[in-house]
């Protein structure tokens, strides 16, 4: 098993290994690289879906996704990327198509408990486009002013969801609050937890000091130093801890082509 971190601070990628047979020291390695790292390329796989969702489940537990009409037809708690992006009259579905592209974002801060990781492996990838941008939300806090970092310790953030792929009956949720100032459960490192489209207010703040503390943290989140750009292969599998990074999908292949992934996410365990 080969472990090589791919940039100063943020992603790190493992080959030579084969998922359905990890012993628990080596999944030990794995699991504390993904903690170290943020993000988690593991390179080479060949999977079936129940050994997908077996693998993923060593990283904790697996939970269907709010939208419905992307789940796989027989197995609920996964999360199909790139499949029926035409509709019948062969208009392309941007939803389906520019799914995580829309921006930098955390997956499920409209949720109580938010999703603690996503896992995705790649079953087609285009041959142009299609990569997912990564950054650190450790850095994200690093880089915070001190007076920002002392206005934001123990205060809240309200966050909604972006309705786009849910059906009719699962929109309109009220705001669910988490700490802006995020100290991660296993690591200890203090992050940045935001996502400037999923943000609704900062609770406590006034209108104004809110709208104008959630502008000042958005040009906190992203910085160039620890960011990882990922160029898919069909057979990678990635994982992101959605507690201390942020990503996006580029969202820029050519329509015509096949990128399909499975998607799992996973919370608390
Ligand atoms: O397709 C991608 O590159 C990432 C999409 C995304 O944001 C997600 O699956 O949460
Ligand atoms: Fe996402």
Redesign the pocket.
């Known amino acids: 098993m080969k472990i090589q971190p791919q940039g100063p601070r943020i992603g790190v990628k493992i080959s030579d290994v084969d998922v359905k047979a990890l012993t628990d020291e080596q999944f030990a390695k794995i699991y504390r690289a993904w903690l170290d790292h943020n993000v988690l390329v593991v390179t080479g796989q060949d999977l079936t879906i129940p050994e997908f969702v077996k693998y993923s489940e060593r990283f904790g537990t697996i939970v269907p996704h709010p939208s419905k009409s992307t789940r796989h037809p027989n197995h609920p708690e996964i999360?199909l990327?790139?499949v029926n992006k035409f509709r019948p009259d062969g208009s392309l579905n941007m939803d389906i198509y520019g799914?995580?592209?829309e921006g930098w974002?955390t997956?499920g801060a409209y949720d109580a408990v938010p999703f603690k990781a996503?896992q995705?492996y790649a079953l087609a990838i285009p041959d142009q486009g299609?990569?997912?941008f990564f950054a650190n939300g450790y850095a994200a806090y690093d880089a915070m002013p001190q007076r920002l970092k002392q206005r934001m310790e123990g205060v809240n953030g309200a966050f909604g969801g972006n309705p786009a792929l849910l059906n009719p009956e699962d929109r309109g949720k009220p705001p669910v609050e988490h700490p802006i100032v995020r100290t991660h459960p296993e690591t200890g490192r203090k992050s940045l937890y935001f996502d400037p489209r999923k943000i609704r207010f900062i609770v406590g703040a006034e209108p104004q000091e809110s709208a104008d503390l959630i502008a000042e943290l958005e040009t906190c989140m992203i910085q160039p130093d620890a960011q990882y750009r990922?160029k898919?292969n069909k057979g990678d599998v990635v994982i992101w801890d959605n507690r201390c990074s942020y990503?996006?999908?580029?969202?820029d292949y050519p329509p015509e082509q096949d990128?399909i992934?499975w998607?799992v996410s996973i919370k608390g365990g």
């Open positions: 999360t990327l790139g799914r995580g592209a974002h997956d996503t995705l299609g990569d997912t990922h898919w990503h996006k999908a580029a969202g990128r992934h998607r």
